[in-house]
């Protein structure tokens, strides 16, 4: 079994910075691509940041040049380096990673979630 565990979400002040970590763990073989989401109130789910295995980025152009993706590949970890926060980044933030991992005798290749962590963007 993989789990995907987040932390560093909070309350911040608008223009102020938030660190988030997500840490994979279990019968994992690799890591191929990681990312971050989020969710506002009444929205979908949208992509944020992601990173292949080779250190490769890719934004959405509401986020650029103010967060910044990274991974640890020996800790099993991605990182979303938040700047310049701003109200409408307010949501809750899932890491997913796509994983092959042990399961059941066999190698399975799937995607993974976090369970969230809130962010809230508020003066």
């Known amino acids: 079994q993989v789990q995907l565990v987040e932390s560093g979400g909070g309350l911040v002040q608008p223009g102020g910075s938030l660190r988030l970590s997500c840490a994979a763990s279990?019968?994992?073989?690799?890591?191929?691509?990681m990312g971050w989401y989020r969710q506002a109130p009444g929205k979908q789910r949208e992509s944020v940041a992601t990173?292949?295995?080779?250190?490769?980025?890719n934004y959405r152009d509401s986020v650029k040049g103010r967060f910044t993706i990274s991974r640890d590949n020996a800790k099993n970890t991605v990182y979303l380096q938040m700047n310049s926060l701003k109200p409408e980044d307010t949501a809750v933030y899932y890491c997913?990673?796509?994983?092959?991992?042990?399961?059941?005798?066999?190698?399975?290749?799937?995607?993974?979630w976090g369970q969230g962590t809130q962010v809230t963007v508020s003066s």
């Open positions: 997913n990673a796509d994983v092959r991992a042990y399961s059941g005798g066999y190698v399975v290749r799937r995607d993974y």
């Open positions: 990173i292949t295995s080779g250190g490769s980025t």
């Open positions: 279990g019968s994992i073989l690799s890591l191929n691509a």
